[in-house]
């Protein structure tokens, strides 16, 4: 059973992917992060990840911008906060792809270079679907390069409208991402 932490647990988009676990056996939620503390959730909820002293396989945040603001030329967005050994996917087109951003030796953070902001996933794990292939698969674990392998299964469409409807950031506690598996 993969067993996961959410961090920004509260928030629209955290309590839909509790959702989607929940009808998912092999996935169980463990913890959540939020600032806001615990609410009425199934699994404990802690303001911030140095008071979490259990196991995970992954932690999971989102970012989202609303309403997928564009640029009239390609901007750069910086992920700091994200380790150079954690994995950045993005929301295209209803699926989960890995990202094409690049880890920044000089800036010390990963740089995407882009035209439309999006919604975003960031986990610490390679993320598969129930089939148990992983998005992974054409990318150096690192995340270094590719432009992104689709994961058709991942319940990622019911999660996109929503993301882009509610246009949440979850940046909760970007230390949260930072957890490494116990």
């Given at each position: ?23 998912d ?20 909820v ?29 901007a ?28 920044s030796?000089?800036?010390g ?13 960031i ?5 598969k ?26 319940g990622a ?9 509610l246009a ?5 506690s ?9």
């Amino acid at each position: 059973m993969l067993k996961i932490i959410i961090s920004g647990c509260n928030g629209h988009m955290g309590r839909v992917v509790e959702s989607l676990c929940a009808n998912d056996p092999a996935v169980e939620v463990c913890a959540g992060f939020d600032v806001l503390g615990a609410a009425d959730r199934e699994f404990p909820v802690y303001t911030s990840p140095a008071q979490f002293a259990g196991e995970a396989d992954a932690v999971i945040d989102f970012l989202t911008f609303e309403g997928t603001p564009t640029f009239n030329s390609t901007a750069t967005m910086n992920f700091y906060g994200v380790e150079e050994d954690q994995i950045i996917y993005e929301m295209k087109n209803g699926r989960l792809t890995r990202s094409g951003a690049k880890w920044s030796e000089e800036n010390g953070s990963w740089e995407l270079k882009t035209r439309t902001l999006g919604s975003y996933v960031i986990s610490d794990q390679a993320l598969k679907s129930p089939a148990g292939n992983s998005t992974d698969d054409n990318n150096t674990n690192n995340g270094t390069g590719g432009t992104g392998v689709d994961n058709p299964e991942t319940g990622a469409g019911d999660v996109t409208g929503v993301a882009t409807a509610l246009a949440l950031a979850s940046l909760v506690s970007a230390a949260a991402v930072s957890l490494k598996k116990r």
